[in-house]
């Protein structure tokens, strides 16, 4: 009688405490084991530079024509042998972020004591700029000028200039920054006067150093 009710107490324990065990079981499988929540995956830096970057080109090209014009002008200033004050109105237009296109007429006084020259100069000039740099611009520009020769004749210099300038932001709607600019004339040595045998540019150097608000 005690056997039959001993194996009938470890029978019924052995029911309850079956299911216990197998839900522990389940509970240390491997395919149970770190069903969590799956965490966001950051998105790689340079994913971010490149959506930034495609949304600021979207944004600049929806910027309307008077946000990307700029307004100004430039001025030069040579004193000695050779005297030369320029003036130069301009207006330029952003065709990118970084390329600035633009033209402006030129009126220039100059001075050549040596030759007995006194006589004003006039044209105009059409360039390019563009930023490799925040603050530095390479430059290309193309500028003819009326000038004065031998026995007063006249005739027109076309000059290609290339250079770079400094540039220092200054925050306004249409003049943004002031340019320190040096240019090179590739044609110099080519602007000769056939009667008088001397150079007819009226910088009186190959090298063009202007100021300009842009």
Known sequence: MKSKILLSSIFLLTIVISPALMAQDDYYRPDSIGKEKPQEKDVPPIENKK????????DFKQL?????????????????????????????????????????????YFRYKYYDINTA?????????????PMVNLIGEFESMNVEGSYQKRQWLG???????????IGGKF?????????????YNNQIDKYSGQNLSPYGSPFVFRVTFL
């Open 121 to 133: 100069y006039y044209g105009g000039r059409a360039f390019l700029m563009y930023s490799i740099f």
């Open 175 to 187: 003049i943004k920054a002031v340019h320190f600019t040096a240019l090179y004339n590739l044609n």
């Open 64 to 108: 309307p024509f008077k946000e990307r014009l700029r307004l100004g002008g430039s001025f030069g200033l040579s004193l000695g042998t050779v005297t030369n004050i320029n003036l130069s109105p301009m207006a330029g237009y952003e065709l990118t972020e970084k390329l600035v296109a633009g033209v402006g007429p030129t009126l220039m």
């Open 51 to 58: 959506l930034e970057e495609k949304k600021s080109e979207v």
């Open 159 to 169: 000059s290609p200039l290339v250079g770079a300038s400094y540039s220092q932001p």
